[in-house]
């Protein structure tokens, strides 16, 4: 993306110091935009999992994580076999039983020791020797989530509940840690994947998706979702970049946030999509300001406006991105057609041509297949991302502006 990652060897064998293996839960399909993210901040070697990136940091860098901008919720892992695969398709009882053994022969003094010094707990963490029972205090209260996915067509016999239901009870019997779905201190996740088992504890207590929101709307986007397709733009110093249909403008505050050297347009067609942006850019600079008395504000600004009919010169914006509206939660199906071949003719207007680029997210997929080969004297697709988004399977359009001289060719040839 942004350079080559500078990799290192990060294992207790070959250093002295402390290294924990962390893992990342990410947007299906946002993997690669995740794992080159942590392999240029935290300049490690970074593997891809199934909605997940794993890699190693050493002790005094645990807390540059939450740098993560492609990331959702960040975990240590306790097993070191995440890729083994198993045999989890059989009766329920043997199953959950070897759920059980799972557990028991980690070692957990690694992966605690990064929960302790990650959220700076007090907590006896300490296993009991000899089987006896824990008599200390100050012990965490904790408990276990599990997430399952198998393949089409095959059924796991036993529920997530009862994963999660075995594998605590195993916990509390070996640490003697008391249990509680509500107000824990520790949460311990399993996600069971088809064949595979990763056991994790969490870091984050939250989603680090929601960092810029305060004020949501119905199809708020995702943090995450917004920094990802922001690096796909590849944002050069300078650049004008726009949202024409912004919503609570998540990807325009991602982006002011990250790229301070970039000036930012954001405008929707609706009066309580402006407000809400306004919200929320309020909401951040007051943070910042909270924090410094330098007067930080983002390079950014709020229009209402129409897509189809933009205030702006032509020649005039660098690249426009934008999460345009598919017929689920907003807008219609029927009218699709009509907006985008609409908003993707003023768009190219309004941007430069040869170099002008779009970032562009919807689930109508058939309806930008059509609109592209509309409009491919105005713009070519360069790459094509698909991602899972709320249950559905989403498209994330590269598009590079056509230069002068190829669209007049290509006008000429129709």
Same mark, same amino acid.
């Given at each position: 993306?942004?350079?080559?990652?500078?990799?290192?060897?990060? *294992?207790?064998?070959?250093?002295?110091?402390?290294? $924990?293996?962390?893992?990342?839960?990410?947007?299906?399909?946002?993997?690669?935009?995740?794992?080159?993210?942590?392999?240029?901040?935290?300049?490690?070697?970074?593997?891809?999992?199934?909605?997940?990136?794993?890699?190693?940091?050493?002790?005094?860098?645990?807390?540059?994580?939450? *740098?993560?901008?492609?990331?959702?919720?960040?975990?240590?892992?306790?097993?070191?076999?995440?890729?083994?695969?198993?045999?989890?398709?059989?009766?329920?009882?043997? *199953?959950?039983?070897?759920?059980?053994?799972?557990?028991?022969?980690?070692?957990?003094?690694?992966?605690?020791?990064?929960?302790?010094?990650?959220?700076?707990?007090?907590?006896?963490?300490?296993?009991?020797?000899?089987?006896?029972?824990?008599?200390?205090?100050?012990?965490?209260?904790?408990?276990?989530?599990?997430?399952?996915?198998?393949?089409?067509?095959?059924?796991?016999?036993?529920?997530?509940?009862?994963?999660?239901?075995?594998?605590?009870?195993?916990?509390?019997?070996?640490?003697?840690?008391?249990?509680?779905?509500?107000? $824990?201190?520790?949460?311990?996740?399993?996600?069971?994947?088809? +064949?595979?088992?990763?056991?994790?504890?969490?870091?984050?207590?939250?989603?680090?998706?929601?960092?810029?929101?305060?004020?949501?709307?119905?199809?708020?986007?995702?943090?995450?979702?917004?920094?990802?397709?922001?690096?796909?733009?590849?944002?050069?110093?300078?650049?004008?970049?726009?949202?024409?249909?912004?919503?609570?403008?998540?990807?325009?505050?991602?982006?002011?946030?990250?790229?301070?050297?970039?000036?930012?347009?954001?405008?929707?067609?609706?009066?309580?999509?402006?407000?809400?942006?306004?919200?929320?850019? =309020?909401?951040?600079?007051?943070?910042?300001?909270?924090?410094?008395?330098?007067?930080?504000?983002?390079?950014?600004?709020?229009?209402?406006?129409?897509?189809?009919?933009?205030?702006?010169?032509?020649?005039?914006?660098?690249?426009?991105?934008?999460?345009?509206?598919?017929?689920? @939660?907003?807008?219609?199906?029927?009218?699709?057609?009509?907006?985008? @071949?609409?908003?993707? +003719?003023?768009?190219?207007?309004?941007?430069?041509?040869?170099?002008?680029?779009?970032?562009?997210?919807?689930?109508?997929?058939?309806?930008?297949? @059509?609109?592209?080969?509309? =409009?491919?004297?105005?713009?070519?697709?360069?790459?094509?991302?698909?991602?899972?988004?709320?249950?559905?399977?989403?498209?994330?359009?590269?598009? *590079?502006?056509?230069?002068?001289?190829?669209?007049?060719?290509?006008?000429?040839?129709?």
């Amino acid at each position: 993306m942004e350079g080559e990652p500078m990799e290192t060897d990060r *294992t207790e064998e070959n250093d002295s110091e402390q290294y $924990f293996e962390i893992g990342a839960t990410v947007i299906s399909g946002l993997e690669m935009f995740a794992r080159d993210e942590c392999q240029e901040k935290l300049k490690c070697k970074a593997e891809i999992g199934r909605g997940r990136i794993y890699f190693n940091i050493a002790k005094d860098q645990l807390h540059s994580i939450v *740098t993560l901008q492609a990331v959702n919720n960040l975990f240590v892992l306790v097993n070191k076999d995440k890729n083994k695969e198993l045999d989890l398709y059989g009766k329920k009882d043997s *199953t959950l039983e070897y759920l059980k053994e799972l557990v028991t022969h980690q070692d957990w003094s690694v992966p605690l020791a990064a929960w302790k010094e990650f959220t700076k707990s007090s907590h006896h963490l300490e296993r009991p020797q000899d089987g006896t029972k824990n008599q200390c205090d100050n012990l965490p209260i904790f408990r276990v989530t599990c997430t399952r996915s198998s393949k089409e067509g095959r059924k796991h016999e036993f529920s997530s509940q009862e994963a999660a239901s075995a594998t605590g009870g195993r916990i509390n019997d070996i640490f003697g840690w008391p249990v509680k779905m509500k107000d $824990f201190d520790m949460e311990i996740s399993v996600d069971i994947n088809d +064949t595979k088992v990763v056991l994790g504890i969490n870091l984050t207590s939250e989603s680090l998706h929601r960092r810029n929101i305060t004020h949501f709307g119905p199809t708020t986007l995702q943090s995450t979702i917004a920094y990802c397709m922001l690096r796909m733009s590849c944002p050069q110093v300078g650049d004008i970049i726009c949202d024409p249909m912004c919503g609570g403008s998540s990807i325009p505050i991602e982006g002011a946030r990250t790229w301070a050297s970039c000036y930012f347009l954001s405008g929707d067609n609706v009066e309580i999509a402006t407000e809400k942006s306004e919200g929320n850019i =309020t909401a951040i600079e007051e943070k910042r300001n909270s924090i410094t008395s330098k007067g930080l504000f983002l390079h950014l600004d709020v229009f209402q406006w129409d897509v189809t009919n933009l205030p702006l010169r032509s020649n005039s914006v660098d690249v426009f991105i934008t999460d345009l509206p598919f017929g689920k @939660r907003m807008g219609s199906k029927l009218n699709n057609w009509e907006l985008y @071949r609409r908003g993707l +003719t003023e768009m190219a207007r309004v941007c430069k041509p040869g170099t002008g680029r779009a970032v562009l997210l919807t689930q109508d997929k058939k309806c930008m297949a @059509r609109v592209l080969k509309m =409009t491919n004297h105005l713009w070519r697709k360069k790459y094509l991302q698909f991602i899972r988004m709320g249950g559905l399977t989403a498209g994330m359009y590269s598009l *590079t502006r056509v230069g002068r001289a190829a669209q007049v060719a290509a006008q000429t040839q129709s």
